[in-house]
């Protein structure tokens, strides 16, 4: 299918995945990215774009569990997959995830702009290891850029949010 735009001819194609656990359908233009899906088309505008080069890490998201540059990611890739955003990453929306209790606990937070990014990133690192210590943190983190904070509260910020789920499966 294709409609006109801007006296050009646009190609449409039906995607259907998940997004933050909700089933989503629709028709998207083929050359768009999965970034401009989710913010323009979803509403969804936690995700942020910085570089849109794949540089700044920004517009990380999670797509079957791992952290992708959404601005480096088509649309239709994540045809049936499923996408996490900053919006879906507390499986109580009522509730703060350790991450983003962290940043603000240890003062992670300037402008603001990267950190869902970095937040996105975290998640998946903690996930893949609950226990990486700084070094790991720093690591997993290297992809996403801060102009504002020096980094060192954001570490703090990761720490804390290790030691919080750690917690919580000690406790399951
Ligand atoms: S906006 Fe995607 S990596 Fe910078
Ligand atoms: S808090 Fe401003 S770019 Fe990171």
Do not use: W
């Amino acid at each position: 299918m294709a409609i006109k735009k801007n006296n050009n001819f646009i190609k449409l194609a039906a995607l259907r995945c998940r997004v933050n656990g909700r089933a989503v359908q629709k028709m998207v233009e083929t050359g768009k990215r999965l970034l401009d899906f989710l913010r323009s088309d979803l509403r969804l505008t936690g995700t942020k774009e910085g570089c849109g080069d794949g540089e700044c890490g920004a517009c990380t998201v999670l797509l079957d569990g791992r952290p992708v540059n959404a601005c480096m990611v088509m649309a239709l890739q994540a045809a049936g997959r499923s996408v996490v955003t900053i919006e879906g990453i507390s499986p109580d929306p009522r509730i703060l995830h350790p991450l983003q209790q962290g940043f603000i606990d240890q003062g992670g937070v300037q402008c603001g702009f990267c950190i869902p990014g970095m937040i996105m990133s975290c998640a998946a690192l903690l996930e893949k290891n609950p226990q990486a210590d700084l070094e790991a943190i720093k690591a997993g983190m290297s992809g996403n850029l801060c102009r504002c904070t020096g980094y060192e509260k954001i570490f703090r910020a990761v720490e804390q949010a290790r030691r919080e789920l750690e917690l919580k499966n000690a406790q399951r």
